[in-house]
């Protein structure tokens, strides 16, 4: 329900917010200069109170089987066709808006919105977030059954970090708003004459209308820094979910119309477009002139196409990618299994930072147990991922399901990429029976072969032992898969310092972001809010990073005005 | 002459540089973020030495009928074909390096001088441009004789006045490249356990090779923003000058070759593309793979082509526009004539923030002389334009020289555009016989008519007085014809503060900075570096503001290493 406050409330009520939330502005710029570890929300979901999860699960069970509670304009029809994949229809419907109605919305609601400048939309932008927080397990249970994550991954990675990473947005796009005064006397010697004075004014524009289209796997974490980024520096934003992940976009328009409402602007400064059976909105809404940014995460053909085709508007991708581990040498044999099976593991490897290569020197590996050929180590590392899976209920935790019918199909065709060593198994999840759950497989390939199926992505639980000539070879194949292909994350194990630098050359000339001899709780495919850049813009795998300067930079322009200054005193 | 400095100087040479430039560097980054009046360079010609004109005059002598000193990657011929717009050939030919040589060259430059980091490399563009500065007459005099600006406005736009956009875009970017920390330690805590810490390092990595696409109008300013912007972060930039005006960008490549050089660098880092006698290399070099930043001003049809068929390449561009003042009532009315008069009569009005259209009510103008008619305000504005430039010496040092044929082609063609009100004058250089010198003209049309030349840009000494049927429609033309056509500059007159406040509204909606009442030693179609920001991106005339964050900061990425902090203490 969506209640707008009089008029004569709306200052204080404004006030109200920068002063609640300026701090927390405040430690997110901090930290996103420091880049040292900084958390805003807890990621441990039992901070959210006793009855957190049992509500959670209320307000998701609520939406089951309904239309969406959501009021925008344009509504012609209402939309929706999710399926859990732990195997049950959600049944929920979501208004459809008018392309026509939608942007003519978007677009008038921008004025007030543009007018009450970078620190009155800071502090909405981070209250909305503040809500979202609230609702964690709300989103939990609606990106779980969107994804097929399991609960705590969904918990965190689609609730918290999410919204990490949309604090951290806010926090860039306020500095790069306020890097320079909002106005300014310019008052030039003239030598003997009376000097030049002018009283300039700058005002923050937006672009106009943004559009954010959402991912199947990520449906949070990937939209939100574009969303508030185009949010918080004007712009009136347009909510594209995947049409299997649409449940956790439309809580997240919700509650950002909601507390837009409340602070006395037009909530259809974020509204949801969702997909018909038959449509694809996206293409339909990123050629419209009035909209002027995209923020994109998907398949790389889409994503191209939106970079090529869209003249008018600025376009941030994450596209796919073909993410590299070269394994040379360690002293923690066993500790880096484990990192490694945790990694290809999690969440099925359904995520763009997943590993697929694991790049290995035909030589073998030096370990604190003796060399490893590339056979022995494909053998211990499938070993270390049957290890990690055997407890059902603790595989399931891992695991999840399989997000969509496209990963299973990918899947089941693995077997013909190479040699397999590790075969996907299915589990049966202990609480729900018609869940799809897959364990990873693992083929081995000789990197000089004339298949290449490994210089593909292949999305989902499907991973490569790669074997090249020797070290200079799988650090150079590292670099021409991520130049080539694209990729978001690379590692390294290495007991040599030479090659641990040689890998970090290679790293900085191909633009992905390394990391070295992980062998404890942190892993290649976890990015942290506020310390690790999400992706470089460097290579295939996405234009932009979540988060920088670049990312915020352009979504918004500076109009000046001037006139002399005894204009101004008259 | 190109010296290559011994390596164990290199490291005193790079630090002696940065340290006499660091003071320089942070007045320039407090600059930009007070926006007041600043400058950095004396914009007097006098200023710099009593024989400095006579060297400045000397050196360019030196490079007629020659061919110009320059030593670079890959040269198989030599071109040139300068023609000076006071009436005689250049005879000045420049190296042509064959395409895949300048690439090849400058890709293979990149390494070191990425990986000097952004205090070596803000210092080495400083030290350029100061060396550049030193030159600010015999640039004068190159750009004087490529563009046909008078000598004192060839020495301030061509010279320090490009130096400070130079430096004010090395300001911005040493900002955006040193916003967060070169590293930290990510310490998490672990509840009981000990906690995750991991050493990050934040390297910023160039796009790679930049492209500068220089204009024959203004070859300096509107190259330097991108040249140093690309190069001080990290990129190799190939400067492509129009054929019309190249040697002004010779000089600048070559100065800049020689300190790159000085401080061990590879000179390759700034290279010129010269167009042979039938080439478009612009296009050529555009889609280039290696290509990944362009910097563009010139015609819309090569910008938009630009813009939409180089997806490899981060693009800004300049372009045509249609820039309006409205015209509404004043306190000063010969103040504001006088105003106006030097904004059309300055460089014979090309230049990409000279007013095209004067828009006025066709109900009249209130003055402090009375009412006065569209026509009576037309007919006064032609007189103050005989006024200004009744005397042939001072005319000739407004107007300059016309700088091509199509402008002139133009010009002879203006007289269908509607009824002319002043028509263009030849006058006789007292200096240059054969220099080609032209008044503006002023035609009046009706805003409503059917013939709208007055809505194309008529680039050069051509203005109209458009009349409309009241105040708002004149404000809503300027924001009509600023969203369609594009515009750079934006200006009103008006003793009104509902229609001040009205006009900058329909400014910030169109996105053109706007001018109001300027009557005084301030112009429309000036633009003072670390205060105004010149384009906005926001409408057709350009994509980017010289210079903003979003102009810097999309030239460089940022790749991060990570590793467990014991990994790195051992």
């Keep these: 329900m969506i209640v707008r406050a009089a008029p004569d409330a709306i200052g204080s ?33 039992n901070a959210y109170g006793d009855s957190g999860e049992a509500e959670g699960k209320a307000a998701f069970d609520a939406y089951l089987g309904k239309e969406f509670p959501l009021t925008q304009a344009g509504v012609d029809t209402h939309v929706g066709s999710e399926r859990s994949p732990f195997g049950f229809e959600l049944g929920v419907t979501y208004p459809h808006s008018s392309t026509d109605g939608l942007l003519a919305a978007a677009a008038a609601a921008i004025p007030p919105w ?6 009155v939309r800071a502090a909405v932008c981070i209250e909305i977030v503040t809500q979202l927080n609230k609702r964690s397990h709300e989103l939990a249970h609606a990106v779980m059954h969107t994804t097929g994550q399991a ?32 106005s300014a006397i310019w008052e030039k010697p003239q030598g003997k004459r009376p000097s030049l004075r002018v009283n300039k004014t700058f005002r923050i524009a ?52 909601d507390v ?20 694809r909105r996206a293409t339909e809404f990123a050629t419209r002139p009035e909209v002027k940014l995209i923020d994109y995460t998907g398949s790389s053909d889409l994503g191209q196409w939106l970079e090529r085709n869209t003249p008018q508007a600025v376009v941030f991708t994450e596209k796919a990618g073909v993410n590299s581990v070269v394994v040379e040498s360690t002293s923690a044999y066993e500790g880096m299994l484990d ?18 290569n694991l790049i290995v020197p035909r030589t073998g590996i030096d370990t604190d147990q003796g060399r490893k050929s590339p056979d022995e180590f494909a053998r211990d590392l499938a070993g270390a991922i049957d290890g990690l899976l055997s407890d059902t209920r603790r595989a399931t935790a891992i695991l999840g399901a399989i997000a969509n019918s496209d990963i299973l199909e990918r899947l089941d065709r693995s077997a013909s990429f190479g040699t397999t060593i590790l075969a996907s198994r299915a589990i049966e999840h202990p609480e729900y029976a018609h869940a799809v759950v897959r364990t990873p497989t693992l083929i081995a390939v000789d990197g000089e072969a004339e298949l290449q199926f490994h210089l593909e992505e292949q999305f989902g639980p499907i991973s490569f032992v790669v074997t090249v000539s020797d070290t200079s070879a799988a650090l ?28 970090e050359r290679v ?63 008259k």
């Design 476 to 503: 150079r194949l590292l670099g021409e898969t991520t130049s080539r292909c694209g990729a978001i994350t690379a590692g390294v194990y290495s007991t040599n310092d030479a090659v641990l630098a040689e890998a």
């Design 507 to 569: 790293a900085l000339e191909a633009g992905v972001a390394l990391s070295e001899n992980l062998t404890d709780g942190v892993y290649v495919n976890q990015s942290a809010a506020f310390s690790d850049f999400h992706a470089t813009s460097a290579n295939p795998a996405a234009n932009a990073s979540l988060t920088d300067a670049a990312f915020v930079a352009s979504r918004f322009h500076v109009v000046q005005s001037r006139r002399p200054s005894e204009e101004t005193e």
């Design 114 to 119: 543009r007018d009450a400048g970078p620190d």
């Design 260 to 279: 837009l409402a409340e602070a006395g602007f037009d909530p259809d400064l974020v509204t949801l477009a969702a997909d018909g059976e038959s449509e």
């Design 13 to 45: 009520q404004r006030l109200t917010l920068v002063e609640r939330h300026h701090e927390l502005r405040d430690h997110a710029r901090a930290a996103i200069r420091q880049r040292g570890y900084w958390s805003a929300f807890p990621e441990n979901p």
């Design 151 to 182: 609960y705590v991954m969904a918990f965190q990675a689609g609730g918290p970090h999410a919204q990490e990473r949309a604090l951290e947005s806010i926090a860039f796009a306020y500095d790069e708003m306020t890097r320079h005064a909002e």
């Design 339 to 356: 990192n490694l099976a945790f990694t290809l593991s999690l969440y099925s490897g359904q995520m763009c930072t997943t590993t697929q």
């Design 206 to 257: 937006p672009r106009g209308v943004a559009m954010v289209i959402g991912c199947n796997t990520f449906p949070t974490w990937n939209a939100y820094p574009g969303l508030f980024a185009s949010l918080a520096t004007g712009n009136a934003v347009i909510v594209k979910p995947s049409r299997r992940a649409v449940l956790p976009l439309a809580i997240t328009v919700a509650a950002a119309r």
